[in-house]
């Protein structure tokens, strides 16, 4: 089964630090780009950021300059790294995999994007 696997979030304190891990497993063979959204309660899913095959990152302006995303395309891994947290950081990050070209068991082959299940990032004033 093909899935993105988050891990990382948490609660802390604001100024603090967190470190999101998102893992894709299965019958992968590639992936354009993969990248971090988030959604608070009440508000509509937005970008984070996200960082491309090549390395090329775009960020959200709210997080430039606090958040650094990566990427290890041999273990199918992209990460954020989340500095001077502030409260209005709170959400649910969500990890994409944008045209991850994978094979399914009951499917076979095919390309299309990923969502993680979501994991919950608060940051308490």
């Known amino acids: 089964q093909v899935q993105l696997v988050e891990s990382g979030g948490g609660l802390v304190q604001a100024g603090g630090s967190l470190r999101l891990s998102c893992a894709a497993s299965?019958?992968?063979?590639?992936?354009?780009?993969m990248g971090w959204y988030r959604q608070a309660p009440g508000k509509q899913r937005e970008l984070v950021a996200v960082?491309?095959?090549?390395?090329?990152?775009n960020y959200a302006d709210s997080v430039k300059g606090r958040f650094t995303i990566s990427r290890d395309n041999a273990k199918n891994t992209v990460f954020l790294q989340m500095n001077s947290l502030k409260p209005e950081d709170t959400a649910v990050y969500y990890c994409?995999?944008?045209?991850?070209?994978?094979?399914?068991?009951?499917?076979?082959?095919?390309?299309?994007?990923?969502w993680g299940q979501g994991i919950q990032v608060t940051v308490s004033s």
């Open positions: 994409n995999a944008d045209k991850m070209r994978a094979r399914e068991p009951s499917v076979g082959w095919g390309t299309r994007d990923y």
């Open positions: 299965g019958m992968i063979f590639s992936i354009n780009a």
């Open positions: 960082i491309n095959s090549g390395g090329s990152t």
